[in-house]
């Protein structure tokens, strides 16, 4: 297991080095000069001609291309992403500002999507054929077929609008701090967010469950007597389960491009919507870190499920 | 024997032979993939939607009277009527025009790109599958850093880089598309290269340009034309989403995208309804009905994937 992770964390280098060398050249890339984001613009504000040559000297922006992309990529593994140029706040501030918000929502949209998901695709798979089983495949299809923001749209529109149950957006008023404060305004977009991967989750959750109920020791349960329920819940369920859970993983892309969207639309504080600024006001360093960030948590987990599976498939170590 | 009393069975061979030798069973048989998705009535409905939104949006000029670039302060933000069957905008556009006009752009964006993705991924993934070797580590290793990005993040990071443009954006959409096509399309072809009659044709010494693209190709097309429905659909709520943003086909095009656009402003979204809750709503039909159609092809084309 261990060799097998050892592995699994080599494979990752090469494609960490040139995700992290395409970043580097964009940054390069960007029009204006390196400094505005490398150090605080308060530095920067009364500097001389001279001193900012002495600076940029010290700073390495005269070293050739190649030297600069690896210190570059050693004051990213110390925490200095470098400024903003819009604000000229330290990037890694804003990002660990953000981030609580954008957990908060994943979170809730993950555990929305995963039962509900997963409790209809079972659901779903036990009574296949069935009116219900075509319904709920009906519904999953329109599901992925609205787009988000005008779900969204919808949302806000007949909770906070017409019906004025929920705030339209935002997540906390000034002065309030504790998570219940926050609880009315989370509900509207996890729940959109949440509720728009729960047809993928569905759809999977029911394979998975036909799958399992086609197996040899199924059949097995059954040819011993035992009661049909105990069959398919004791013996399917805990089979098709695994793969459930392998599957929140996989949501992981869909979570941050809906995030990038909802946050949005609900004003919510979180880095998706940072992200957004960012790119509308050209802010590329701060675009280029948002993104290698995004990248690093899709790479991290995939690995984390790759371990996952190999926990349960022994057969997969060896290979 | 003559006068053995026939059974149920019997009649019903008799039946089918009488077909048989007057030639009426041949022609039915012929095209089983499209008999099987002309049977699935969702398809079928999904197809029939397709079409008229298709049709709707490309003889616009004939269904509707106004130009969606013609403003007219004097009616600005009317409610639906007969005159303006979605009303009109915040400068007086007739909303019912706009939303044929940008269903032209959307719809072009969604199968363009889809087409170009397709393209580029078939002609490389079936030469790559075929071939292997160094040319396939190098375009697997590309489309492995391509498909680290989450692809909204993708796009978003090259626009912020290209600028926007109509242009712009279908070409994001294809270099960030490509991606899943090649490496279905590669996964097909390194299973059909193990077949017999591929051996044959090398050994007959055909060139491998035409073994791949002649003769295995076709073998891989059915999931191809899956992944080419299933990423319109795709591509056509990306490009709804950015131009939502602001940050898709910038906003003098009429897209439906765009018109929803304004559905960012709290009031626009309280008081003027008509503006982006028909627009949003003939996106979402029109994204079901694609995705109605390929769900149906794919039953059609792959029975191993039913559920």
Redo the contacts between chains.
Sequence with gaps: MISYTIRRILVLI??LL??TF?VFL?LE?TPGDAVSYMVSPDALANISQESLEQLRDSLGLNDPFIVRYFKWIREVLKGDFGYSLSSGVPISEIVFDRLPATLELSIAALLISTFLGSILGIVSALKKGSVVDNILTFFG??G???????FG??A??IFS?RLGWLP?GGRLLPGHKAFLDTLPYLVLPSLVLGLTMTAGVMRYA??SM?DALNKEYVRTARSKGLPEWRVKLIHGLRVALSPIIVLIGFR???L??GS??IE??FQWPGIGRE??A???F?N?PL??MI?LL??LA??IS?ILIDLFIAMLDPRIRLE | MENLKKTKLDKKMDIIKKKEEAGLLVNKSQNRALRRFLNNRLAVIGLIIFTIILLATIFAPIICKYSPQRIDMLNRLLPPSSEHIFGTDKIGRDVFARILYGGRVSIFVGVGSALGAAIIGVLIGSYAGYKGGLIDKIFM?IS??MM???????V??I???VGQSLWNLIVIFILTGWGSIYRMTRAKILSIREEEYVLALKAFGLNDIIICYKHMLPNALGPVLINITLST?MFI?QE??LS????GVPLNISTWGNI?NV??D?SV??EN?WI??PT?SV??IF??SV??IG?GLRDSLDPTQQ?
């Design positions: 090469p494609t040139i995700i395409l964009g890339l299809m329109i992925v077929s609205i787009p988000q923001f005008f749209l919808v806000i529109l609008l339209v029911r394979g036909l992981l892309p869909m941050i491009g990038v969207v949005q639309i992200f957004v960012a790119v509308r050209q590329t675009v280029m993104a995004f990248v899709m790479l995939s | 290793r492995e850093i680290s990005f989450p692809q909204i993040v993708l978003l990071l626009v912020s880089i659909a709520l709804a989403a939502f943003l602001g940050l929803l559905a960012q709290i979204l309280r309804w982006w809750l949003g996106i979402s994204v079901l995705n109605f769900d559920g």
